[in-house]
């Protein structure tokens, strides 16, 4: 029988001539032509994830090249500083999203602003020397001081604009993932990945007291979130699916609250004063649940939901103290009214997961910082139809 098809030697496989049913010119080609080049040229243009999100934002700054870590308002003025993957850190008016300074690959560079009427001018002042890795930094309430928490387990503490250490402080084991100063300016508080929560004198290297995951009542299983109420005799840590609320005054564990899924974390929190009662916690888990606790009786108040994990909780100051706002890694910031654990606004604009925010201008506008490497300025002010 007559093959329908010849096999040549190396395998490449020929139809024959009456096998041809019809002949099709190129041009006549689906996806051939030239417009169809240029049509697929402009999916470059879409949004990676092709999602068609609702930007409600008064700004954008996306002078970053990749995600954004960390973002900070001035509480008065319309600044925000902003470091990221790149290296880059900036200093930007809020308004107009126009960088006033750039601080290249810099480890701890501290910068003054030149005169009381023009933002986009700054003068470097010192470099701090210190650790390696600086987990976290916070400033001193009532003076220029400023707090470090350090992946080796060390804190740091300057004295500025000299950038002189006062301080160096050992005892944690593992990285120090959190801290802060009192309300009161007088002790700093300090915890670590492996469980460890120690309190301190500013002026003493030798902390006054610390708590250890070997009490078993305090096993957080490291140690991800921490917060201190304004009366500075309070703090409450997160950590595996729980958290722990430690008496600063008698060095003790007081108490523990539940309400997030176990196999989660705590990695946000805030004391809230609110009128009428003697305080509330808000607390926010990779869970997607922000929980509103009352301090005098340990009892959960509400629930807030996000599609995914709670990144930052923010506490506006007065006289909306009633108000916070929470980042989530779904895209997505929410203002709630505590006092009722009703949701007040959604600010959406991010094609990534939110990994910061903060509050400026003394709490009208919430800055936050995305894995898409954009920075997003929105109003808090409630809409009129609120």
């Not at 990749?66 to 319309?78: G, I, M």
């Not at 989530?328 to 094609?351: I, P, Y």
Request: charged fraction near 25%.
């Amino acid at each position: 029988m007559e093959e329908d098809y010849i096999q040549e030697e190396d395998g490449d496989v020929f139809i024959e001539s009456e096998d041809v049913y019809a002949e099709v010119p190129d041009d006549d080609v689906p996806g051939m032509d030239d417009d169809d080049d240029e049509a697929a040229d402009e999916v470059g243009d879409l949004h990676n994830d092709g999602e068609d999100v609702k930007d409600n934002s008064l700004q954008h700054f996306p002078n970053h090249n990749s995600s954004v870590f960390a973002v900070s308002c001035h509480p008065t003025e319309p600044l925000a500083a902003s470091g990221g993957e790149d290296d880059l850190g900036y200093i930007w008016d809020i308004t107009d999203g126009e960088d006033d300074r750039e601080a290249d690959r810099a480890h701890r560079q501290i910068w003054r602003r030149v005169g009381k009427e023009n933002y986009r001018t700054w003068e470097f002042l010192t470099e701090l020397q210190g650790p390696d890795e600086v987990m976290w930094l916070r400033w001193h309430p009532k003076g220029t001081v400023l707090l470090a928490g350090s992946n080796d387990g060390t804190v740091w503490l300057w004295q500025l604009p000299s950038g002189n250490t006062m301080q160096v402080f050992a005892g944690h084991t593992g990285a120090v993932q959190c801290g802060e100063f009192t309300p009161d300016g007088k002790r700093i508080v300090t915890a670590c990945a492996d469980g460890t929560l120690m309190f301190w004198d500013p002026r003493s290297p030798h902390a006054i007291f610390k708590l250890t995951s070997q009490d078993t009542r305090f096993n957080l299983g490291g140690i991800t979130s921490l917060a201190i109420n304004s009366s500075s005799t309070l703090a409450v840590v997160g950590g595996a699916g729980s958290v722990r609320v430690v008496s600063l005054s008698k060095g003790e564990l007081v108490g523990a609250l539940g309400g997030h899924d176990e196999e989660e974390s705590v990695e946000a929190m805030q004391f809230i004063d609110l009128v009428g009662t003697s305080g509330v916690i808000v607390t926010g888990g990779t869970d997607g649940k922000a929980c509103i606790w009352d301090v005098s009786t340990m009892r959960l108040r509400a629930t807030l939901e996000h599609q995914d994990a709670i990144t930052t909780v923010l506490a506006h100051p007065a006289p909306k103290s009633h108000l916070i706002v929470t980042a989530s890694a779904d895209k997505t910031l929410k203002t709630w009214d505590v006092r009722t654990g009703t949701l007040v606004k959604e600010h959406t604009g991010h094609h990534a997961p939110i990994l910061s925010a903060s509050l400026g201008l003394q709490g009208s506008v919430v800055v936050s910082a995305g894995d898409d490497g954009v920075c997003l300025v929105f109003t808090t002010e409630v809409d009129e139809e609120q």
